[in-house]
């Protein structure tokens, strides 16, 4: 493991730095220690936020010094590899998309960009799973690793005002969804009839840092069925629980 | 604008929802401690300009924060202070012209749901406070009911009341990157006083001045972004991150500015100076309970308990 650093962030932060690059290895030891102090220390803590590399933990100045919990960190660290990483599983999400046409209007520009057909892109897009490294920029919005560089694509010249809710899209190496409508430059290749971010949901976000998303091209037709389940309340998500990998 | 805050919406920062909340959290405080309320209630933040307030029925409010020149039924109130409003009457706000952010509670909280865990809104997601968005000409806000309310004028004492300046000192504690800035980088950054720009919202105060030199580059990996972090861009020119930033972001931070300070940085407007010194853990959290204390001595000598909840 790379040397771990602990960073002062104000009186009420700390980041717990695993490395300074995308791996999804580092990513899971981020995961874990996330879950062991969110389990271990809900009073000291207020939340954890991890990212590609490094965990944010916020914690109660009023209730535990910097110095007592940078030892407690270090202790859970010590364990980190062998007993966390033994029992260690996380989630793969399928998310249906219906793929080119009106719900994906750049997915003929990617296909040419990349020399290839559009159903050999959405082939490659829905390959593999993707891990969600973290999650950021607005409510929701995923921040994913593990796309083929085969369907790479360099964003719009010019962003678009607005983007629908659902729409999965392609920039530069990455791939995502839109969880709320926004303005954006993603290359826009499809859209998923789930709702990603629902505020009024007991739980109101679809996926977490650390889970997986496995995009499963669905026709057009089946879009607004689905549509109709997910905004009724009738659709359970396709959730498989899996051993991490990358550890 | 004016919008309906709490102390914020903690517990999903790691799905990338913002904390949000008041930006001034002093003055917000103490503006329900005189309203008697729980300390965190949900109040009316208005900036810059204030709005204009018609009371149907009788009602007890505090006002905090900037000086907005406020009238109740056409005389002068006195800020930072409670006070009876009798039905029919129109409390009116103008322009700030101590500070930019002013606060009214009103005694036993305003009704709205909590969304999320929190009554605080967040405009860009359209969640919280009056559906989402911000108050606006004919809104109706409903007050909590209270069984009995006070009625005598409750002036914070002086000694607890903060002067505003266009010169400000904010502390911070260095870090989480300052080792990706050169010695005269963060020399700068610490002896040079920066101006706020008029690009100064919830979000982010930008600063104009000296720019700040960087060891190779403003990138880094994208991680944690919180309230109080100075961000320095490729631009070299701090940009301070308030209520409603990005929980993540991607340019490399120097420092973090306290929260006791933060919200002093809430009242300043666009053509302030701000400079930056650098303070210890210790500092950071004897200036925290410091905060506490003084709001434990406006509790102290406030109204006696009243009866409010939501």
């Known amino acids: 493991m790379q040397k771990i650093r602990m960073l002062k962030v104000g009186e009420q932060g700390l980041v717990v ?125 995923p921040y994913l690793g593990g796309m083929s560089e085969r369907i790479a694509t360099p964003r719009l010249k010019t962003p678009r005002v607005k983007i629908p809710a659902g729409a999965v899209g392609i920039a530069g190496k990455q791939t995502g969804i839109y969880p709320i409508e926004s303005p954006g430059g993603w290359q826009l290749i499809g859209r998923t009839p789930l709702t990603v971010f629902d505020p009024s949901a007991k739980s109101p976000f679809l996926f977490a840092a650390g889970d997986y998303l496995q995009f499963a091209a669905i026709k057009a037709e089946e879009y607004g069925a689905l549509k109709e389940q997910v905004v009724s309340g009738n659709y359970a998500p396709v959730v498989r629980n899996v051993a991490r990998t990358g550890a | ?79 930072w202070s409670g006070f009876y409003i009798p039905a029919n ?35 860009r997601a359209e969640l919280g406070g009056l559906e989402g968005h911000a108050l606006q000409s004919e809104d109706v806000l409903e007050i909590a009911r209270v069984e009995e309310l006070p009625w005598k004028l409750n002036e914070l004492a002086q000694s607890l009341v903060p002067r505003y300046t266009n010169d400000l000192r904010l502390r911070v504690i260095m870090g989480p990157q300052d080792d990706l800035f050169t010695e005269d980088g963060i020399a700068t950054f610490l002896s040079r006083a920066y101006a706020v720009s008029t690009r100064n919202d919830r979000m982010a105060y930008l600063l104009e001045g000296a720019t700040i030199a960087h060891k190779t580059g403003a990138d880094i990996v994208s991680d944690a972004l919180c309230p109080g972090a100075v961000q320095i861009p490729g631009s070299g020119t701090p940009i301070v991150m308030m209520a409603d930033c990005q929980t993540t972001g991607g340019y490399a931070k120097i420092a973090t500015v306290i929260g006791p300070d933060l919200a002093k940085l809430a009242q300043a407007k666009a053509g302030d100076k701000v400079s930056f010194v650098s303070c210890s853990d210790a500092e950071a959290v004897a200036a925290l309970i410091a905060e506490k204390k003084s709001y434990e001595k406006a509790a102290s000598v406030s109204l006696s308990k009243i009866n409010a909840s939501v």
């Open chain 2, 1 to 79: 604008m004016s919008t309906i805050q709490d102390k914020g919406r903690t517990g999903y920062r790691a799905f990338g929802m913002p904390i949000s909340g008041v930006m001034d959290r002093y003055a917000f405080t103490m503006a329900n401690i005189l309203a008697g309320n729980e300390r965190d209630a949900a109040v009316v933040e208005m900036t810059m300009c204030g709005g204009r307030f018609q009371f149907p029925n009788e009602a007890y409010v505090a006002v905090c924060g900037a000086d907005m020149q406020g009238t109740l039924n056409g005389k002068k109130i006195k800020n």
């Open chain 1, 17 to 141: 730095e695993f490395g300074t690059e995308i791996d999804p290895a580092v990513n899971a030891q981020v995961h874990r220690l996330a879950k062991i102090l969110t389990d271990e220390m809900p009073e000291q803590i207020v939340e954890v936020v991890p990212t590609y590399r490094s965990l944010m933990v916020y914690f109660d100045p009023l209730l535990i010094s910097r110095e007592s919990l940078q030892d407690d960190i270090a202790r859970y660290l010590a364990g980190l590899e062998t007993a966390a990483a033994a029992s260690d599983t996380t989630r793969i999400i399928t998310i249906p998309v219906s793929y080119g046409g009106e719900f994906g209007p750049d997915l003929e520009f990617v296909a040419q960009h990349n020399s290839l057909t559009e159903d050999e892109v959405v082939a490659i897009h829905t390959s593999t799973p993707y891990l969600v490294y973290m999650i950021g920029f607005t409510p929701g919005f």
């Open chain 2, 89 to 123: 009457s129109e409390l009116a706000f103008g322009y700030a012209v101590g500070g930019c952010r002013a606060y009214l509670a009103f005694c036993g909280g305003i009704a709205v749901p909590q969304a999320m865990g929190s009554r605080s809104t967040y405009l």
